[in-house]
């Protein structure tokens, strides 16, 4: 889930601040499960799939073979270009 929490709020050029906000949830929590060290609730993965505009299902599916783990954006920051 954490990899594709995060895969999900850098395509869409999010901070983890900006995501929490967006989903009405403490940022901290969205670090901690980035970081795969929190667990989700399924009312807070609802929250998550619904700010990104995905269905639950696409937070919890397996990575493909040979996916590179999805990088976090520069300094925690958007990009200069967004």
Do not use: C
Not at 20 to 27: G, I, W
Not at 69 to 74: E, S, V, Y
């Amino acid at each position: 889930m954490a990899w594709n929490l995060r895969r999900l709020r850098t395509e869409r050029g999010l901070t983890q601040v900006e995501l929490a906000a967006e989903a009405n949830v403490d940022h901290v929590y969205v670090g901690e499960l980035e970081r795969e060290v929190g667990n989700a609730t399924v009312d807070f993965l609802d929250r998550l799939a619904k700010s990104l505009k995905v269905p639950i299902a696409e937070l919890l599916r397996e990575p493909a073979t040979g996916e590179k783990r999805p990088r976090a954006l520069k300094s925690g920051r958007k990009p200069s270009s967004a």
